[in-house]
């Protein structure tokens, strides 16, 4: 495997960046695209020579200054842990207020984690599907509510539901803030870098699992020997007889020769046949269920192997998934119910006893994977949205909306219920919590000038903002508070015609990107430009309208203005969207989607194809079906 780390110049980079190396593709002897690294690791095959397969990119900003030697990332200074250790970070330097970010310094190590998950397959690009991999084989299509969930056996093991996918960024996760000074996983798209928890977590070693690549477990030596645990001991004599039953978990299983059968039941599971075995025995391995690994060492002579698949050698059409949505009298939104239909085998099927007889019986082949809650004041508005998942219905994060007196939006706060200060749990409310949606309290000084504020979500302070008067006696944000159970904000603003001017999003009182629109002379949005967490741009929308609104075509470019992708919609003469066509940046038709409605206007499938793929026929590959029922 090769590890480099690319040090340059880039000029587009001007504060300075810890990014990842390239995602290196490469065709294996069968014709396929596949990622380089994948590959190696899985078979040994080093398909792309001595280019670099993994790695990150440091590039220098303007200003570098070698005899200091200080690197910045995001306006703030790199540093370097002389001890390095995944669980101390005692000396780690104070915020001092050196550079313009709230956290004065990154650690170095937690960035380069990050940044090598990314090499290792944790990458999506959706403008260009010759670089599609497993990961991105994972990432569903977008529910209801718009959000896109990365979906597996093993994540939804750690999470329920899956992971929550960054709504801009596909190969960042959004799982909330920090929490007590820890992240839950190093390739969330905010904060991993700020708390300098360099340990991949649980979920962020599931999904590396899913890409192909084999977590290497570093075991620690007991020093006392547990009796009710399996020891290593060496016979001379032929194998024990009986069957040895291990757990369901993943297991690593040396056979010893204490038993003649091992059995691994469910799990992915490593077998090692060692010289513990004693010479001319025999032994029998039964596991037909997870990914599991033998390895054999030399010199030892097999009679039989038995490969059991999970596939019925055919290609299959199954449902994948079904949102079952419900209105109230009113026509409002109730409730949204998202189920999963592709499950694994062994949960769609199941052997019945009956009468010494073992027949196969198929099961409801469904599980809920969420299930969202809406709740409307007496105008008729949405003040809030819950999330539940999908076993035990607990709530997972809830949001509030706020509006501004002419009823246009203002605020969503999401937070986390579970995790919110119980500290600032209000006291002596006249009202019952659950029925009160927000509310906010205000506190001036013997001039009327305000002192404090606060905003509080159903019984609990989330906003606390203390102000103070300046040398001249204007009123100055003094202190801003938020509860750490917050997981995002997003404000919206408006200009002098009503339309969105700008909706910024943050995290702890700090902005993780903002969105600006601009408006053509008739009222129609004609650009949206996107900024990160720093304020830089990022990328541009451009939307043209052609043919009285019957074509629409969206430009988006980045930072510097190169071309990203095209996309181009057809409506009808309804003024419906009947065809989005996507071109990447060489103008290549990469995605097509048609759009088809009933007999009385309303939407009734989506038909997604992929269209650099082609079949034999020369027709489009169908690679997506949605379709809608109505009661």
Do not use: C
């Not at 038993?259 to 025999?282: E, H, Q």
């Not at 002419?406 to 002596?428: H, M, T, Y």
């Not at 001039?447 to 979500?457: Q, T, W």
């Not at 203005?561 to 990469?590: G, H, M, P, Y």
Request: hydrophobic share 30%; glycine share 6%; no cysteine.
């Amino acid at each position: 495997m090769d590890f480099g780390i690319n040090v340059n110049t880039d000029s587009n980079k001007p504060t300075g960046v810890v990014s990842a190396i390239s995602f290196n593709m490469a065709t294996n002897s069968s014709g396929e695209r596949v990622h380089s690294a994948t590959h190696e690791q899985e078979t040994g095959e080093d398909l792309n020579g001595i280019t670099v397969d993994l790695g990150m990119n440091i590039s220098l900003q303007d200003s570098y200054d070698p005899e200091i030697g200080q690197l910045t990332v995001y306006s703030a200074n790199l540093w370097f842990d002389p001890n390095p250790n995944p669980n101390s970070f005692s000396n780690k330097p104070s915020n001092d207020g050196s550079t313009d970010s709230p956290l004065d310094y990154f650690d170095f190590i937690s960035i380069v984690y990050h940044e090598v998950f990314h090499s290792m397959g944790i990458a999506y690009d959706p403008n260009n599907p010759n670089n599609s991999n497993r990961y991105s084989d994972n990432v569903l299509p977008a529910d209801s509510e718009g959000n896109i969930y990365y979906s597996s056996d093993r994540a939804n093991a750690i999470l329920e539901g899956g992971i929550l996918l960054d709504d801009e960024l596909l190969d960042h996760w959004d799982l909330g803030p920090p929490v007590n000074g820890k992240v839950v996983t190093i390739m969330n798209s905010a904060g991993y870098y700020d708390f300098s928890w360099r340990d991949p977590a649980d979920i962020d070693w599931a999904v590396i699992q899913d890409i192909g690549w084999t977590k290497k477990t570093e075991g620690i030596l007991s020093k006392t020997i547990d009796p009710n645990k399996n020891t290593l001991e060496a016979f001379s004599e032929s194998s024990k007889g009986g069957t040895l039953n291990f757990s369901s978990g993943n297991n690593i299983i040396v056979a010893d020769g204490q038993a003649k059968t091992l059995r691994g039941l469910d799990g992915d599971d490593t077998y090692f046949i060692s010289n513990l075995l004693p010479k001319d025995s025999s032994i029998e391995i039964i596991d037909t269920s997870g990914i599991n690994t033998i390895q054999i060492a030399a010199n030892t002579k097999v009679i039989k192997s038995y490969s059991i698949s999970k596939n019925f050698g055919a290609e299959t059409r199954e449902l994948s998934q079904s949102t079952i949505v419900r209105y109230n009298s009113k026509k409002q939104l109730l409730d949204s119910t998202l189920y999963i239909h592709n499950i694994p085998l062994s949960k769609k099927y199941s052997y019945i006893d009956f009468k010494d007889r073992r027949s196969l019986q198929k099961l409801e082949g469904i599980e809920r994977l969420m299930h969202f809650k809406y709740e409307y004041n007496l105008e008729g508005n949405l003040v809030s949205k819950q999330l539940y998942g999908s076993k035990d219905d607990s709530l997972k994060w809830k949001e509030f909306y706020k509006y501004y007196s002419n009823g246009k939006l203002w605020k969503i706060i999401r937070f986390d219920p579970s995790k919110v200060n119980a500290s600032n749990k209000l006291e002596g409310l006249l009202v019952n919590d659950k029925n009160m949606p927000w509310g906010e309290s205000f506190d001036y000084d013997k001039n009327g000038k305000i002192k404090e504020h606060k905003e509080f979500y159903a019984g609990f302070v989330i906003e606390h903002t203390i102000y103070d008067l300046d040398s001249s006696g204007a009123v100055v944000v003094k202190e801003e508070n938020y509860d750490p159970s917050i997981m995002r904000k997003t404000t919206y603003s408006y200009n002098d015609k009503g339309n969105i001017n700008e909706i910024v999003d943050s995290r702890r009182g700090y902005s993780i990107g903002s969105k600006k629109y601009e408006y053509d002379t008739l009222g129609r949005i004609n650009k949206i430009i996107y900024f990160n967490m720093n304020g830089d741009q990022e990328k541009t929308i451009t939307k043209l309208y052609e043919d009285n609104m019957k074509r629409e075509t969206k430009i988006i470019t980045d930072a510097s203005k190169k071309l990203i992708r095209r996309v181009e919609t057809r409506n009808n003469s309804k003024n419906k969207k009947i065809i989005q066509a996507t071109f990447d940046d060489k103008s290549r038709l990469i995605q097509k989607k048609t759009i088809g409605y009933d007999n009385k206007g309303r939407l009734a499938r989506i038909h997604d194809y992929d269209m650099l793929k082609p079949s034999e026929g020369g027709k489009p590959i169908l690679i997506n079906i949605i379709t809608y029922e109505y009661d």
